[in-house]
């Protein structure tokens, strides 16, 4: 029987070595894909709410800036 070199790696871990890093590699693609898609969905919601408030400082503050704009232009 032949004895195997330990410092030598044999063709299963070999084997082994790669389907481990493979899948890691897929993992972490799907990580990266997953992260993406959510900050994607935070930056919408965020700008969703951002432009919401806009719009309603803007109808709260508009007329009376518009009023302000129009007695400097009266007076």
Excluded: H
Aim: overall charge positive; aromatic content about 10%.
């Amino acid at each position: 029987m032949l004895q195997k070199n330990p410092l030598k790696p044999s063709v299963d871990n070999e084997e082994i070595a790669a389907v481990r890093l493979r899948f890691l590699f897929g993992f972490a693609c799907a990580a990266r894909i997953n992260l993406r898609l959510t900050s994607l969905i935070d930056t919408r919601i965020m700008n969703l709410i951002a432009f919401r408030f806009g719009q309603a400082v803007r109808t709260i503050y508009c007329p009376f800036w518009l009023m302000k704009k129009q007695k400097q232009q009266a007076g």
